[in-house]
């Protein structure tokens, strides 16, 4: 493609669109104090099951000094709580408190309704392919293939 068409490609429309999407979602939870930064945080430990910082980062495809940050933030807000892992002290296991769990409804409406948005039009068939392909692209782009 030619320099002109910069913005017509692929990688640029995927990035705008995460972008939008980021944005779309903060702004439908500014008044919670919460930003889309942390759904995958909330979405992970949602299901009950403690996780490491580390643990987290890794599923999150964040580095751990992002994490730190975010889940120091997090704490401060009630939303989650530190235990001592008791397979290794030296780590503390995360877990969502009762007040995080009752977040869980209202991210994921925000999610929803945001997600409903852009979506708008589109025929199911075509919301299918696209899954699709972002999914062959994410499995192409996994860490053991980009070096």
């Not at 910069?6 to 669109?17: A, D, K, Q, V, Y």
């Not at 009950?48 to 999150?60: F, N, P």
């Not at 002290?89 to 007040?99: F, G, I, M, N």
């Amino acid at each position: 493609m030619a320099d002109d068409k910069i913005f017509e490609r692929p990688g640029h429309l995927i990035m705008r669109m995460a972008r939008l999407i980021a944005r779309d979602a903060d702004s439908r939870l500014r008044g919670h104090g919460i930003g889309s930064a942390a759904f995958p945080v909330f979405g992970m430990l949602s299901k009950g099951r403690a996780m490491t910082q580390a643990d987290l980062a890794r599923a999150a495809n964040v580095e751990q000094p992002s994490m730190a940050q975010l889940l120091a933030k997090l704490e401060k807000q009630g939303w989650i709580e530190r235990s001592p892992d008791p397979e290794d002290r030296r780590r503390s296991l995360v877990s969502l408190t009762d007040a995080g769990h009752a977040m869980m409804p209202v991210i994921r409406a925000a999610r929803e309704e945001g997600i409903a948005v852009f979506l708008e039009g589109i025929p199911p068939e075509d919301v299918e392919s696209l899954v699709s392909i972002l999914k062959r692209m994410i499995a192409n782009g996994e860490p053991r293939k980009c070096r």
